[in-house]
């Protein structure tokens, strides 16, 4: 797929204010946004639906964050939401961590390089990324956590 010139229009919600998912939800460029990833051929190989992918994404698109970490790769559908949304920021770097999923690294191994050079994929589990950010002073703008959904697993994802 092309990332040039079919960025979504997302508009201005204030994040900081209650709830904005409700917000979001009633915008146009959401709606624009499920549209996309409802006819992305990734879409297939998703475990979330395109609603869910259309509100990371705009959600990456409102916070812009410098640095995005998602915990669970798979076969990169969602990865490559996220990866979207931070070329047309046109700021911000992807880690995405599975210790699995290789299937997932070589799908985005195949993708365009402006995705590619956004996203950097760690094969490793969370617990190791997560200690080697933590050593080097690293935080993350933004997690999205789909990895081992164990409570214990979960739980330890949310606290790092």
């Known amino acids: ?19 904005p998912i409700p917000a979001i939800l009633a915008t146009a ?27 990371l994404y705009s959600l990456i698109r409102l916070q812009r964050p410098k640095m995005a970490v998602e915990i669970g790769t798979y076969m990169a559908s969602t990865t490559e939401a996220m990866a979207r949304a931070i070329v ?8 995405t961590v599975d210790p699995f999923s290789i299937r997932g690294y070589l799908k ?10 956004v996203t950097k994929f760690h094969l490793r589990d969370s617990m190791s990324y997560f200690a080697k950010m933590k050593r080097r002073g690293l935080r993350a703008d933004l997690v999205f956590v789909d990895g ?3 409570h214990e697993f979960a739980l330890f994802d949310i606290q790092s």
């Not at 985005?108 to 050079?117: F, G, Q, V």
């Open 1 to 19: 797929m092309d990332t040039g010139d079919n960025s979504l229009s997302i508009e201005a919600i204030d994040l900081s204010a209650g709830d």
């Open 29 to 55: 460029g959401y709606r624009q946004a499920v549209e996309r990833f409802s006819e992305s051929p990734s879409i297939k190989n998703a475990l979330v639906s395109p609603d869910s992918q259309a509100l």
């Open 88 to 95: 047309e920021n046109g700021c911000g770097l992807l880690h």
């Open 108 to 117: 985005i191994a195949r993708w365009p390089r402006e995705l590619r050079k």
């Open 148 to 150: 081992n959904h164990d």
